[in-house]
């Protein structure tokens, strides 16, 4: 890409990096930062009161080149409430969001660039590459290893099943920030909710190929393999049904803030129905078994089989719950097995 094209206040972007404890890979993914194809950005880092040596890391960074800005947390915020802070200092034409342990490929910035520039779009995402912590290829397609299907639009409905856009893939134009700011309390990830309000305010569009090394390591917060949602690892089917009806409950809570931004469409009494079949129930019945399907048909997730998983777990919790040890008895034997 031609910098000089595009080196314009209207194609000026902020990049929005959250730190917390990264020393370890934190100097790989600043420096794919820096030495991207497109140039014309600033980088803002917002530490979260790291106690190992990621502030001095981001100091000498800072020192060496100038679009670097510096922010230091005196208390610890967590990682929405940081990437909070960190789009209410934005003042370019576009945000993008980046994690301090991948690896951008060289040409993220244009790539996403000339999509949002060539689309009727306020964000664009990408797919991403998994690799190991040693940035080794683990699969090539998180899409294709998380069986997820890219959508383009306004796919607000799929969004609520099942996020399929990843914060650290996207670059968004800044006049969203007003909607979606500040973060709900409800919401459990920062991206889940940019890309269900993105899907509303102007349409998402994906760009077909991966451009970020996605690193998996036993800290991610967020990883492609590891299932530590307290459903999967409930010991009883009491505890089972607990969890169960605290996920539930949390998804209306959730239903009910994103409902407010629908207030003025059509499909507004759509979302109310949704909230109402998840508390209805998070008392484990199987009565409204029916219900749940008609609701479901209204509202795909990403595949056959994770709508049939939603079916069973909305349904027939108890089949759901056998389903969870019947698979991690086989987890358990494959384990023993490999030693």
């Known amino acids: 890409m031609n910098n000089t094209l595009y080196n314009s206040p209207s194609s000026k972007i902020d990049i929005l990096m959250a730190t917390y404890n990264g ?67 934005c003042q370019s034409k576009y945000f993008m969001l980046c994690d301090q342990d991948d690896i951008w490929l060289e040409r993220k910035i244009e790539k996403s660039l000339e999509k949002i ?53 996207i670059l968004a134009s800044s006049e969203i920030i007003k909607d979606i700011l500040p973060f709900p309390s409800e919401a459990k990830m920062h991206d889940s909710w940019i890309a269900l309000i993105a899907s509303l305010r102007g349409g998402v ?16 917060l967020v990883g492609a393999r590891a299932r530590n949602i307290a459903i999967y690892q409930s010991k009883t089917y009491r505890g089972f049904l607990e969890e169960r009806k605290h996920l539930l409950l949390e998804k209306a809570n959730y239903l009910n803030r994103f409902s407010e931004y629908l207030l003025n469409y059509k499909d507004f009494d759509e979302v109310k129905q949704f909230e109402q079949i998840h508390i209805k129930v998070s008392a484990s019945s199987i009565k409204h078994i029916n219900t749940v399907i008609k ?12 709508n049939l998983w939603w079916l069973i777990l909305m349904g027939l919790p108890w089949f759901c719950y056998l389903l969870i040890k019947l698979k991690r008895y086989l987890f358990e034997i494959s384990i023993r097995r490999e030693k």
């Open 205 to 220: 569009h994906f760009i077909n190929e991966p451009l970020v090394n996605y690193r998996q390591h036993e800290r991610n």
């Open 23 to 89: 020393a370890d890979f934190l100097r790989e993914q600043i420096e794919s930062v820096l030495n991207q194809s497109y140039s014309h950005f600033s980088l803002l880092i917002s530490d979260d009161c790291s106690t190992d040596n990621t502030r001095e890391i981001l100091n000498e960074y800072s020192r060496r080149d100038p679009r670097i800005t510096l922010f230091f947390q005196s208390r610890n915020l967590g990682v929405i409430k940081n990437f909070e802070f960190l789009l209410s200092r």
């Open 295 to 306: 609701i479901k048909l209204k509202f795909p997730s990403q595949g056959a089989m994770r």
């Open 117 to 169: 520039q060539n689309v009727k779009g306020i964000l664009v995402y990408s797919d991403l590459k998994l690799v190991d912590k040693n940035a080794n290829e683990i699969h090539p397609s998180f899409w294709g290893f998380m069986g997820l299907i890219p959508v383009s639009g306004s796919p607000w409905k799929t969004l609520l099943v099942q996020n399929i856009i990843t914060g650290c893939t």
